[in-house]
């Protein structure tokens, strides 16, 4: 029971002290009102500085956004808009632009930009619904 509460305690926290550590520490973009699960994955190693988040997104557990790809060298910034849902295990590539007010879902591969309002999914993904506002 107490260690129950002492997870909901911390998830909390952690929840929002994630963003400001990597907004702070990483220098990444990060808008105001994301959420990003401590078990999501970003680049904090080659290019950091390559992933952009809006406002009001929420990156969820098992996420994977690469800003860089190692085997071929290149860099490539991400860009993900504002009122995003990434949903669990999506893998997100270098150089992609994800519109404002999409839902990415479940175990999606991002491999080329996406327009506002798109619901996305699939490996690779492709945009199953659009003019969607949520």
């Known amino acids: 029971m107490l260690i129950n509460k002492i997870r909901k305690f911390l998830f909390g926290k952690l929840v929002h002290f994630y963003p400001w550590y990597l ?9 105001h009102n994301v959420r990003i699960s401590w078990r999501a994955n970003l680049d904090l ?10 406002d009001n997104t929420l990156i969820t557990r098992g996420v994977y956004i690469m800003a860089h ?3 071929r060298g290149i860099k490539g910034d991400v860009y993900i808009g ?3 849902f990434i949903g669990i295990a999506s893998i997100i590539l270098p150089g992609v632009h994800i519109g404002n007010n999409c839902i990415v879902g479940t175990g999606a591969v991002v491999t080329k930009d996406f327009p506002d309002n798109s619901i996305i999914a699939g490996n690779p993904a492709k945009r199953i619904k659009e003019n969607t506002y949520i």
């Open 82 to 84: 504002a009122n995003c």
């Open 23 to 31: 907004r702070n520490i990483y220098k990444m973009d990060i808008g």
């Open 69 to 71: 790809d190692a085997a």
């Open 45 to 54: 190693t080659i290019n950091p500085r390559g992933i952009h988040v809006g």
